[in-house]
């Protein structure tokens, strides 16, 4: 079985005025290669409001995919590429950052104007080098086209994302990758085969699990793999929500400011450079 080297709980952070919990980075944790960040963002908004004015308005990204899921509520996601888009709960936003790209995302109108829960977490996963300038992609998943795979009469269900699981392959074609969400029941099990080199992390949104017989108990908590062997052996003692993050690293040199990961600090200022003089497009929202 893969050894448990970390296990932490994600700390509040303000991104600009928006709350939320981090999971990575954290104090000894900075990233685990090819993942650089995981926030989880839950709200209850209450409604007499304006979708303008929720959410993240208009910024840029370079050199890496921001993939947010989206768990309760719906997120609308714009760019400058065009793509105007609402993802509702159980789906997922994918996007390639590549050279550049200009984007928002914010809670769906009705959950602005009419109120409700509102739940996503995003992560960033770096792009190898030889990949940073190809050019930007969007790929919006509704929860039916993810891949579900079902167990012990549907008490274990798992959502795959991206690459594959046991034998199982997602949507998104990452051959390097395996994301997936998992809902497990009270007293149910699964097994994860995961291969020896990859990164593996475990985020629990909330539940009570037994991972390779170390406990969980504490919502917001992220379990950091060893890498070698491959087996992941989980058991739900309570209704429980997980996501599972693993990739080969690039061991590549990572330098990031803001919403840029690359390669040096010249790639950077010239990254600065291009989203000022709007080589990463513009965006100009439209609100009914």
Known sequence: MKSISSIQKAIKVNMGGVFVDQAMPLEGLEAQDPFLLIHHWKANFLGDQKQKDVGVGPHPHRGFSPVTIIYQGALHHRDSLGNSSVVQAGGVQWMFAGKGVTHSERPAREIAEQGGVFEIIQFWVNAPASKKMQAPQYFPLEKDQLTRIEQQDSSVQIDLIAGTLNGTTGPIEEDALIIANLKMDPNSNTQLDIAEHYSTLIYMLDGNIVVNGNDITEDKSLIVFDQGDRKINIQAKE??????????????????????????????????????????????????
């Open 239 to 288: 209704n429980s929500r997980m996501l599972l993050l693993s990739g080969k690293p690039l061991e590549e040199e990572v330098v990031s400011y803001g919403p840029f990961v690359l390669n040096n600090t010249t790639q950077i200022l010239e990254a600065i450079r291009d989203a000022q003089s709007g080589k990463m497009g513009i965006l100009i929202e439209e609100f009914d």
